[in-house]
């Protein structure tokens, strides 16, 4: 099938998980840490403390999702969808009037678990189950709603407050959470529930079975890429989630930096696109051995970058690396765990990697409280990256053999 005619049959669906990771946004952290100098100055916080209120809120809804990512299987999306988007302008309303730091702890949870968890949640389980031969490809097009936002939403709302106080901006973001709805449930107006789908449609995972949560959790492979899980997530969280300190540290100016955005999506997108395909060609057992090397190199080179044409490059071949987060993932449990339970077991790989986005801001906030800057922690980084991906590529070789043979 070609991209076009893929394209066009599964329009509705795809752009539901398109916009589903879009509006995933404004619980990610690119989009809240925007905000991290006027909370701060709001709130009397350091950058240690504010770090901590961060991994607090995130930790606790990394937490939420074990229970909570299960739902995926039970409901259809059309539904839960309203309900998550609902929560989520909720949370948004509640960030435009958080009275202080002790609350502000509860509001980081209700975003980041509707919005980075939750939401991002049903854009990936849905296009994985909906989606066998041309998994790779739906995921591409569907992550490429993370991208779009990551491209556009930091340049606007940066703009934006130069003129609006940083309070009444999260009531737009509620605004434009809520707008989505009705287009959600006019996309999937028929859509299967996780019920009603035909055995036909279920992949088989490793040893010609669907794997239960359980099953997986006593693992090794599981184990094995954990690091990998929470590399990404972590530190690339904490990449963006100190753009401030960054750009203050290295004499670089915040405008100038998040106008980097775009030339970083545009490498993404080009990158998930690749990827996508090269899943539906290889699967994602050939891709694995590769999948931590652009995070390595790019915090290398961030690491090391005296202007903001160096920046420019350490951010392109970081977003080689978040076009292959974009994909592997969620396509690597499919592949090796089968379809079946898919809900109850990304929630699980859901919450690692949202624990991982609350360690990263925590960790790094207390390393520049004592001292320690972010350029000087990146080193230390990169080889966490090389290491993920080393234990990474040994679960996939040894268990490999066990893919069904369409695999």
Not at 146 to 171: D, E, K, T, Y
Not at 285 to 291: E, F, G, S, W
Not at 308 to 316: D, K, R, S, T, W
Not at 381 to 390: D, E, K, N, S, T
């Amino acid at each position: 099938m070609s991209w076009m005619t893929f394209l066009r049959e599964n329009a509705a669906f795809l752009f539901a998980g398109f916009l589903f990771a879009f509006t995933s946004s404004y619980g990610q952290t690119y989009f809240i840490s925007l905000f991290a100098g006027e909370i701060r100055g709001t709130f009397g916080l350091s950058d240690g403390q504010w770090g901590g209120i961060y991994t607090l809120g995130t930790t606790a809804s990394a937490i939420a999702m074990i229970g909570a990512g299960v739902l995926t299987d039970r409901f259809r999306a059309r539904t839960l969808a309203v309900w998550i988007s609902v929560g989520l302008a909720l949370a948004c309303l509640a960030m435009a009037s958080v009275p202080n730091a002790v609350v502000l702890v509860g509001v980081i949870f209700a975003l980041r678990f509707f919005g980075q968890g939750m939401m991002s949640q049903l854009s990936a389980v849905s296009m994985a189950r909906w989606f066998v031969a041309t998994r790779g490809r739906a995921l591409s097009v569907a992550s490429m709603g993370f991208s779009v936002a990551q491209a556009i939403l930091p340049v606007i709302f940066v703009a934006l407050l130069a003129v609006v106080a940083w309070r009444g901006l999260w009531v737009l973001a509620a605004v434009l959470v809520l707008i989505t709805i009705p287009v959600q449930r006019r996309l999937l107006r028929l859509e299967r529930t996780p019920s009603s789908m035909a055995e036909a449609n279920q992949a088989l995972g490793m040893g010609g079975k669907h794997w239960r949560r359980g099953q997986v959790l006593r693992s090794p492979l599981f184990w094995l890429m954990v690091p990998a899980l929470l590399g990404p997530p972590a530190w690339g969280t904490a990449l963006f989630f100190q753009q401030v300190h960054l750009t203050e540290v290295k004499g670089w100016d915040l405008v100038s930096f998040v106008a980097l955005m775009p030339l970083f999506t545009g490498t993404a997108i080009v990158a998930t696109f690749a990827a996508g395909g090269a899943i539906d060609r290889f699967g994602t057992k050939r891709l694995i051995p590769l999948y931590m090397l652009p995070f390595a190199l790019s915090f290398l080179i961030l690491a090391f970058a005296q202007t903001i044409g160096h920046a420019a490059i350490g951010l392109v071949v970081f977003g080689v690396g978040q076009g292959l987060q974009a994909t592997i993932p969620a396509s690597f449990w499919a592949e090796f765990f089968g379809t079946r339970h898919l809900g109850s077991i990304k929630a699980v790989a859901a919450a690692i990697m949202v624990f991982g986005s609350a360690i990263g801001p925590g960790v790094t906030g207390v390393l520049i409280d004592i001292g320690i800057t972010f350029p000087e922690q990146m080193i230390s980084i990169a080889v966490y990256f090389v290491l993920a991906g080393v234990f990474a590529t040994i679960g996939v070789f040894k268990f490999r053999n066990g893919l069904p043979a369409a695999a």
